[in-house]
């Protein structure tokens, strides 16, 4: 589709937050992933750096999303709620017809993002706390 679109006033993106680093080597003009909503500092640093050609550095920070994102994306609205509350920006609260996010994958989501991703990843809501 990039290549398709070249010479048009058409840009590409992708959603999948483990392919972006792929992406906007090949000519996508950005992203649209879930994994960027948590981490939205980490995947505008990723596309900073591939526009600088800091290729080296946005390789690394894509490689840091993939263990949020396989954790992440099986599990669709419970894991991202679960998400949110690691990152202590609201409840865990679900409405039917969702279930929790199963353990040990809900404990193993929260210690991951507590861990491995902080303020200078994530939100200026996460630097408050």
Partial sequence: MVLA???LDFGVMVANGKLIYVSLMVGCVGAASPEAAFL??????MY???KAGNLTRAWELQQKVFPFSDLLQPFDVPSSKA???????G??????PFLPMPEPHRQML???VRSDYGPEYTSPAMARR
Wanted: aromatic share 4%; charged share 30%; net charge negative.
């Fill in 5 to 7: 679109t070249r010479d």
């Fill in 40 to 45: 939205p500092k980490l995947y505008v640093d």
């Fill in 48 to 50: 900073n750096a591939v």
């Fill in 83 to 89: 998400a949110l509350l690691a990152l202590g920006l």
């Fill in 91 to 96: 409840e865990e609260h679900l409405s039917r």
């Fill in 110 to 112: 929260i210690d991951l």
